[in-house]
């Protein structure tokens, strides 16, 4: 019996160390999983924040530069339109160098803003816009030198005609292809926008479901902890329950017993006297097997051996 309680006694601790370690196994595994998931919510959330920086530094350098470079070279050639109309309506030869400085400078800038556009426009589309636009503008260089010559000829209506016909036409055309080259920025302005928007709404919703699953794994960590702490709290309690029950067994078979000198029985808490062997297998897990000794074998059947 003893030995039956110090065998139930061990089990009891082993179950307990190995609980405790798979709770604390299961709750590190749990918080790992917590964290790897707020970790990974931070670098998809960061990733998608670089893309967004991406995309808006793509739309400030390449589309807005490219558009601002085609109006800003659209104004300027409006601007040499009209100082050539200057020329043409010149008077002195000072004006006249005046306004042919004017076309140079406004011819100079124009030049600038295109070599930015080539730089900075996007898609072969774009490239191809951007060379036709260059070489209408250059195409418009000839005219102008056919105004100065006849100016310089003093055939100044014939250079005013160049200037209101043949040369207005080419300003327009070029006008034409200012406007399809702020359109064509425009437009890849737009996609790039409608990207960042798309990314950044991605971002969000990416955001809410890492949130959302980890508040769920968290709450199920929670409840899982909890339930199986109580679980083990009731085995436990059950198994103390079991230890009290063999030790009061073993308190009873150990404390200060009641027994007839005569008969050797054992009287129990209740008055009732019992059998030395009932009582103990009662109180007890042992079991008796009846046989008899030497001497009470001697007493009792001695006589049978004697007359034999």
Same mark, same amino acid.
């Given at each position: 019996?003893?030995?039956?309680?110090?065998?139930?006694a061990?089990?009891?601790v082993?179950?307990i160390?190995?609980?405790?370690k798979?709770?604390?196994?299961?709750?590190?595994?749990?918080?790992?999983?917590?964290?790897?998931?707020?970790?990974?919510?931070?670098?998809?959330?960061?990733?998608?924040?670089?893309?967004v920086?991406?995309?808006t530094?793509?739309?400030?350098?390449?589309?807005?530069?490219v558009?601002?470079?085609?109006?800003?070279?659209?104004?300027?050639?409006?601007?040499?339109?009209?100082?050539?109309?200057?020329?043409?309506?010149?008077?002195?030869?000072?004006?006249?160098?005046?306004?042919?400085?004017?076309?140079?400078?406004?011819?100079?800038?124009?030049?600038?803003?295109?070599?930015?556009?080539?730089?900075?426009?996007?898609?072969?589309?774009?490239?191809n816009?951007?060379?036709?636009?260059?070489?209408?503008?250059?195409?418009?260089?000839?005219?102008?030198?056919?105004?100065?010559?006849?100016?310089?000829?003093?055939r100044?209506?014939?250079?005013?005609?160049?200037?209101?016909?043949?040369?207005?036409?080419?300003?327009?055309? #070029?006008?034409?292809?200012? #406007?399809?080259?702020?359109?064509?920025?425009?437009?890849?302005?737009?996609?790039?926008?409608q990207?960042a928007e798309?990314?950044?709404?991605?971002a969000?919703?990416?955001?809410?479901?890492?949130?959302?699953?980890?508040v769920?794994?968290?709450?199920?960590?929670?409840?899982?902890?909890?339930?199986?702490?109580?679980?083990?709290?009731?085995?436990?309690?059950?198994?103390?329950?079991?230890?009290?029950?063999?030790?009061?067994?073993?308190?009873?078979?150990?404390?200060? #017993?009641p027994?007839?000198?005569?008969?050797?029985?054992?009287?129990?808490?209740?008055?009732?006297?019992?059998?030395?062997?009932?009582?103990?297998?009662?109180?007890?897990?042992?079991?008796?097997?009846?046989?008899?000794c030497?001497?009470?074998?001697?007493?009792?059947?001695?006589?049978?051996?004697?007359s034999?």
């Amino acid at each position: 019996m003893r030995s039956d309680i110090s065998e139930l006694a061990g089990e009891a601790v082993k179950m307990i160390v190995s609980n405790e370690k798979t709770v604390k196994y299961k709750l590190a595994l749990g918080f790992l999983l917590v964290i790897v998931l707020f970790v990974s919510f931070g670098v998809i959330s960061l990733k998608e924040v670089h893309t967004v920086g991406n995309l808006t530094e793509t739309i400030y350098k390449h589309p807005l530069v490219v558009s601002n470079a085609a109006l800003n070279a659209g104004i300027n050639m409006t601007k040499m339109h009209r100082s050539m109309k200057d020329v043409a309506l010149s008077n002195s030869l000072n004006e006249l160098d005046k306004a042919s400085s004017e076309v140079k400078k406004y011819e100079q800038l124009v030049y600038e803003q295109l070599a930015v556009i080539r730089e900075m426009i996007i898609g072969t589309e774009g490239q191809n816009l951007e060379k036709k636009t260059r070489e209408l503008f250059i195409d418009w260089k000839p005219i102008r030198e056919e105004v100065f010559i006849l100016f310089h000829s003093g055939r100044r209506d014939e250079a005013a005609l160049i200037t209101k016909g043949k040369g207005a036409d080419h300003v327009a055309k #070029l006008d034409v292809k200012m #406007l399809e080259l702020t359109a064509y920025a425009r437009k890849k302005a737009d996609g790039f926008m409608q990207l960042a928007e798309k990314s950044q709404s991605e971002a969000e919703n990416i955001s809410v479901l890492l949130v959302l699953a980890g508040v769920i794994l968290s709450a199920f960590i929670a409840f899982y902890t909890v339930s199986h702490v109580l679980k083990v709290e009731k085995a436990l309690l059950h198994e103390r329950r079991e230890l009290q029950k063999a030790l009061s067994e073993i308190k009873n078979l150990s404390g200060l #017993l009641p027994i007839c000198a005569s008969c050797k029985k054992i009287r129990d808490d209740k008055g009732y006297w019992n059998q030395l062997e009932l009582y103990i297998r009662d109180h007890s897990e042992a079991e008796f097997s009846h046989s008899i000794c030497p001497i009470c074998a001697e007493e009792l059947y001695g006589h049978l051996r004697k007359s034999s």
